[in-house]
C-alpha cells in the first residue's frame, strides 16, 4: 500500500511487481507507444474501441510527460515494460530510456485496476487480490472494429463474483465508464471462446469459489494482441498487470449516476 | 416532426432548417471534415477535449459513410454545411458534393440536442424548442486543451431552466457523458465572458422565464471556432444548429446511471 508518487518512485528505483492493490483510490493506466507515423490508426482504434481501448492522455512527440501526474516519466516509472518489434515481443526491461525515441507517442489507457476500489467499496470481493496475484486476462473471440493497419481480437480481464452480487458489480463498473465501465459479458466463457480459465492468456489463475459466476470486462491489454497482430515495427507497451499508476483520483472518472 | 431517414431525405431533396426537434429520439452530430493531414491532431483534439468534442464516429479518407446511419450520404444529408478556407467562411451550400475530396476525413460529434428528449422527458421545458428557434450559442474567455494546430476557444449553448429543475437536468444530462454530459456552467454568464445573452455568437438568442436561470453546456460547434482559429486551408463543418440526424437511439448513449 503506497500513495501514487511513493509507488512511482519505488518502480523507478527497480521494484517489480504487479500494481494490482498498490495505490488504492488512484487511477491506473496501460500504456501504449508507437511511433507518430502509427499514431493516427492507434487513436482511431481507440475512438472506435472504447471499452478495452479509454483513451485517458496522449503524450506530445517524444515526450515522457503526462497531464495525469506531472512529475512522472514514462520511460522509468512503471515496474516492468514490453518492447515489440514487428509483432515479436523483444524484450521486457524494467525501464525503456535505452530503447526511447522523439518519436514516440505514448496512449495512457484506462485500467479495471481503476474500478477495483469501486468494487470492493461496495462489498465486492476481488480473489485475485484476496490471492496476491495478478488478474487473468483472456483472448476472446471477438473481434475489434479496424482502424487502419490496426486489427485484432477483444481481450478481456475476468473476475470471479459471487452471484448475488454480479448486480452489483455491474452497477458500479457502469459508473466509471472511462476505465472499461460495465461487463462485456457475464458467465458462459465457452461464449467468447474462453476453453479453460484456468489457463489465462496473460496474468495468473484465479481460483473461484463456490457460487462464483465469471464476470468479463473489456481489457487494456487489448491494444497489445492488437500490436501483435499489425506487425507494426516498433512499440512499447507495459507488461499486463504492471501499470502507470497516476496522480488522478478514481473517483474523478466516476459518473454522477 | 420524422424518422431519422424520412428527415435526411427531406434535406437530401432541399429542405434547409434547423434541426432542433426533428426525428426526436434520434441522436444528432455536428460535422467537422478535414483532409487527412489534419486529422490527427482534429481526433488528439477531440480526445483532449472529450466534453465540447464527443467523438461519435470517425469515416475512412474520403468516405460519405458512417456506421452511425449506414443508408447515409454525409455529403447531401445535412441540411446546411459550411466550406472553410484559410479560417474563412467561405460558403454555406445545402450539399458538399461540389467541394468533396478524396483525403477527407469526417469527424461525427455528439449534439446537445440528443440529450433533449432526455431533458424533456423529465419535464425540463426546452425555451427554444417552444419559441421555434435554433439553441443560443456563445463562444466562451475558456480555452480548450491544445492539440498540434488546433486550439481556441470553447463554445456552449444555452437554455434557460427553471431553478426547481436545474438540479433535474444536471442529472439527466450527465447520463449522457457522449453527448457532452452535465453542464460546464449554470448562471453567471459574465463569468463565462458572456456579456449579453440576447446576443449569441450562433443560434438565435431565446427569452428565458421569470425564475429561469441560463446553463450552459459543452458545444459541439467549438471545433468551428478552432478551426477558424487555426486557419487550415480547408475544411467542412454543419452549419451550427443544421446537424446531422443518425440512426442511433438517444437511449444508446444514456449511461446505466
Known amino acids: 500500500m503506497s500513495t501514487a508518487s511513493t509507488a512511482r518512485a519505488a518502480f523507478r528505483d527497480g521494484v517489480v511487481a504487479s500494481t494490482a492493490g498498490w495505490a488504492p483510490g488512484f487511477v491506473q493506466a496501460n500504456l501504449v507507444s508507437v511511433p507518430t507515423e502509427d499514431a493516427y490508426d492507434m487513436l482511431l482504434f ?28 514514462l520511460r522509468t516509472d512503471l515496474p516492468r515494460y514490453r518492447v515489440w518489434r514487428h ?18 507517442i505514448t496512449f495512457l489507457i484506462g485500467c479495471s485496476f481503476t474500478f477495483e476500489a469501486a468494487l470492493a467499496e461496495a462489498g465486492v470481493p476481488l480473489r485475485h487480490v484476496d490471492a496476491g496475484r495478478n488478474v487473468p486476462m483472456y483472448v476472446t473471440n471477438r473481434d ?26 455491474v452497477r458500479v463498473s457502469a459508473q466509471v ?3 472499461h ?10 461464449e467468447l471462446g474462453i476453453a479453460d480459465l484456468a489457463r489465462p492468456d496473460f496474468g495468473e489463475p484465479v481460483d473461484p469459489l463456490p457460487g462464483d459466476v465469471p464476470v468479463f470486462w473489456a481489457c487494456g491489454v487489448t491494444p497489445q494482441a492488437v500490436l501483435l497482430e499489425s506487425k507494426i515495427p516498433f512499440a512499447i ?19 454522477a449516476g
Not at 481507440?46 to 512522472?72: I, Y
Not at 509483432?87 to 514516440?104: A, F, K, N, Y
Not at 507495459?238 to 496522480?247: L, V
Open 87 to 104: 509483432g515479436q515481443l523483444d524484450e521486457e526491461p524494467d525501464r525503456v530510456t535505452h530503447v526511447w525515441r522523439d518519436d514516440l
Open 237 to 255: 507497451t507495459h507488461a499486463p498487470g504492471y501499470m502507470f499508476i497516476t496522480d488522478v483520483r478514481d473517483i474523478a472518472y466516476r459518473t
Open 144 to 169: 475489434c472494429r479496424p482502424a487502419g493497419r490496426f486489427s485484432g481480437p477483444l481481450v478481456v480481464s475476468m473476475r470471479p463474483v459471487p452471484a448475488g452480487q454480479v448486480a452489483t458489480a
Open 181 to 190: 465501465g460495465a461487463p462485456v459479458h457475464i458467465g458462459a466463457p465457452e
Open 177 to 179: 465508464p472511462q476505465v
Open 46 to 73: 481507440a475512438q472506435r474501441n472504447p471499452k478495452p481501448c479509454p483513451v485517458l492522455d496522449v503524450t506530445d512527440p517524444g515526450s515522457p510527460a503526462t497531464v495525469l501526474a506531472p512529475d512522472a516519466d
